[in-house]
T-cell receptor
Framework: DAKTTQPNSMESNEEEPVHLPCNHS???????IHWYRQLPSQGPEYVIH???SNVNNRMASLAIAEDRKSSTLILHRATLRDAAVYYC????????????FGGGTRLMVKP | SQTIHQWPATLVQPVGSPLSLECTVE??????LYWYRQAAGRGLQLLFY??????ISSEVPQNLSASRPQDRQFILSSKKLLLSDSGFYLCAWTRTPGPNYGYTFGSGTRLTVV
């Protein structure tokens, strides 16, 4: 999978919006942008994914830049339960559909 | 709906002992299956993946092996555990084909080799 760059950590206040950035300047036209999060002592959890258009679901919104070289995961109202490591991953349609995790962004939510 | 089961949740094994971790998926057919490991304080490392029964691809050379005896069953094994095998083992599945589907992870097995 192509490489992504995320800040190591971010802080947010509870009940405020959070914008988690991801840079992926080498993205190709068929790469999907996926976001996962991992809460402490748990397996990763799917959050959202998209290709070109912005996407919304019950957990978050994904804003994709027009040139697709960056994206932003938006949590509309952070709660203490949103404290986790958030991973931005590019997925290509190779034979194994493998998901390669980077370091992610550790989000800390302050009450 | 689809569910993924992974067991046991925790395991403490002596060095040199064998290992068998099992993962099963329900509610789908012909899934892609994956084993990941996360060492303490580290990132997730892909160990094995399978696109079908009996088809196993290894991403990292080690003393672990994987098998897929049935369509929705994925097993991680070792004949002799090393201290370095300690970690959090996660099974995952996704639909085939294509990258337009999310992964679903199991709840994981925390293995401590002593």
């Amino acid at each position: 999978d192509a490489k992504t760059t995320q800040p190591n950590s971010m802080e947010s206040n509870e009940e405020e919006p959070v914008h988690l950035p991801c840079n992926h300047s080498t993205i190709s036209g068929t790469d999907y942008i996926h976001w996962y999060r991992q809460l402490p002592s748990q397996g990763p959890e799917y959050v959202i994914h998209g290709l070109t258009s912005n996407v919304n679901n019950r957990m978050a919104s994904l804003a994709i830049a027009e040139d697709r070289k960056s994206s932003t995961l938006i949590l509309h109202r952070a709660t203490l339960r949103d404290a986790a490591v958030y991973y931005c991953i590019l997925r290509v349609g190779n034979a194994g559909n493998m998901l390669t995790f980077g370091g992610g962004t550790r989000l800390m939510v302050k009450p | 709906s689809q569910t993924i089961h992974q067991w046991p949740a925790t395991l403490v094994q002596p060095v040199g002992s064998p290992l068998s971790l099992e993962c099963t998926v329900e509610g789908t057919s012909n899934p892609n299956l994956y084993w990941y490991r996360q060492a303490a304080g580290r990132g997730l490392q892909l160990l094995f993946y399978s696109v079908g029964i009996g088809q196993i691809s290894s991403e990292v050379p080690q003393n672990l092996s994987a098998s897929r005896p049935q369509d929705r069953q994925f097993i991680l094994s070792s004949k002799k555990l090393l201290l370095s095998d300690s970690g959090f083992y996660l099974c995952a599945w996704t639909r085939t084909p294509g990258p337009n589907y999310g992964y679903t992870f199991g709840s994981g097995t925390r293995l401590t080799v002593v």
